[in-house]
């Protein structure tokens, strides 16, 4: 989450790179801009979870779990979403706990367990989910298709860039 709100103008950005050298400034101010659109973003998206009782993690686990009707694992799940298999197993507690999904005995492993939703958990998706999708839809009316098009393919540049610069410094 970008914790500035308060961004700096062109101007303020060419003089810090007369003394911190930068050898984009655009690229910078571009930067900070979708930062911070990102980072509104995301916080109103979990503001609009947290009205169902739901963190952004386990909106998305009980959605790769709708997704999966035979179940997923607690390792799936947490490549998912992109969270240890431990901060998964306590996740999936929490969720157990409140009877939106139930672990059970994988029956082609014994030694391995399969998560899967329940009735709640479907009754807690179909109760969030249309507030979800129409609160996207407003936010994303501001851009024609042809715009839509452009950002995806953009925001495609971007993730491409992010993953080769992961790759040169890993």
């Avoid at 979403?81 to 139930?102: H, Y």
């Amino acid at each position: 989450m970008l914790e500035l709100k308060d961004l700096p103008s062109f101007d303020t950005l060419s003089q810090f790179a007369k003394l911190y050298p930068n050898p984009d400034v655009e690229g910078l101010q571009t930067w900070l801009l979708l930062s911070r659109s990102c980072s509104d973003m995301m916080a109103e998206f979990e503001v609009n979870l947290a009205r169902h009782g739901l963190s952004q993690t386990k909106f998305f686990v009980l959605l790769l779990l709708k997704r999966s009707p035979g179940g997923l694992g607690v390792g799936r799940l947490a490549e998912g979403v992109s969270v240890s298999s431990p901060t998964m197993t306590g996740i999936v507690d929490r969720l157990e706990q409140a009877k939106l999904c139930r672990r059970e005995q994988d029956v082609g492993d014994r030694r391995a367990w399969v998560v899967r939703l329940l009735p709640a958990g479907e009754a807690l998706l179909a109760e969030a989910l249309p507030e979800h999708y129409s609160w996207v839809a407003q936010l994303m009316s501001v851009f024609s298709p042809q715009e839509r098009e452009q950002l995806r393919n953009l925001m495609r540049k971007l993730n491409t860039s992010m993953a080769d610069i992961k790759a040169v410094t890993a």
